[in-house]
């Protein structure tokens, strides 16, 4: 897609760094106008934009605490006044801690619910109002739902609720040409997944996919750049894995 003075516009939630930050990047690249949503990272996201800017993109820094359906509605209203309708959503926000569910107490459960769950709902429900004719959500799932390991309950729990959220969400926006679908990145060398982790650990987990390494945050945002383009048009209520073959 070239750049134009009317590019689409996309949101991509909790994109100052990691996988968010290169899925913005490709966004951009593909010639769409990025919103780069943060909640706590505002010169990390305001590098990114600096960055897209540089390169000729349209690019603006929104916070928003994704969890708060007040916030998300501000996000959507700026994004709107300064790029335009928005055309895309990828609800990449998301938190991950590793901790067995009789150790969970009750604070960590709610943030994980809060931002994974309850930030999807948030950006699910005022897109429903306000994205474009023909538009695209791209939703986050994980891998760790397939593979049910020690120390995931809470969080696979969260992902299994993007999933059904995805189904069901794709179906409930009948007649606006609106797809919805999911990716589940397997390990990806990002902070999320490397912090707390020995390089022991780290290993194992890269020798674990039949391609036999970690993922790069360029791969999974290929598979949104996919999601989001006109090449998915039939592609609707899925959820693609992209793990390379780990499960």
Do not use: C
């Not at 897609?1 to 516009?9: C, G, L, T, Y």
């Not at 100052?16 to 990025?34: E, N, P």
């Not at 998301?94 to 107490?105: F, S």
């Not at 996919?209 to 949104?224: F, H, K, M, N, T």
């Amino acid at each position: 897609m070239n750049q134009s003075s009317n590019p689409k516009v996309a949101i991509v939630t909790g994109a100052s760094r990691g996988i968010g930050a290169a899925i913005a990047q490709r966004l951009s690249a593909d010639g769409f106008a990025v919103a780069v949503n943060y909640a706590s990272s505002p010169a990390l996201a305001e590098a990114l934009v600096a960055q897209l800017q540089a390169a000729g993109g349209r690019a603006i820094a929104v916070r928003a605490d994704v969890a708060s359906a007040d916030e998300v509605r501000r996000m959507f209203d700026t994004v709107e006044q300064q790029l335009g309708r928005v055309d895309v959503l990828v609800n990449n926000a998301g938190i991950l801690k590793t901790v067995p569910l009789a150790e969970h107490d009750d604070a960590l459960y709610d943030q994980v619910f809060d931002i994974n769950v309850r930030g999807t709902f948030n950006t699910l429900r005022e897109a429903a109002k306000r994205l474009a004719e023909g538009g695209r959500i791209v939703n986050f799932s994980s891998t760790t739902l397939a593979l049910n390991m020690p120390g995931y309950a809470i969080y696979n729990a969260t992902k299994a609720s993007v999933e059904a959220f995805t189904h069901v969400f794709a179906k409930e926006l009948r007649g606006r040409n609106v797809t919805v679908n999911a990716v589940a990145p397997g390990p990806i060398a990002t902070s999320l997944f490397l912090d707390g982790k020995t390089e022991e650990q780290i290993q194992a987990f890269a020798k674990m996919p039949p391609l036999q390494r970690l993922g790069q945050p360029e791969d999974i945002a290929s598979v949104v750049s996919f999601l989001a383009g006109p090449d998915a048009g039939w592609v609707n209520g899925q959820i693609l894995r992209a793990n390379g073959g780990l499960a």
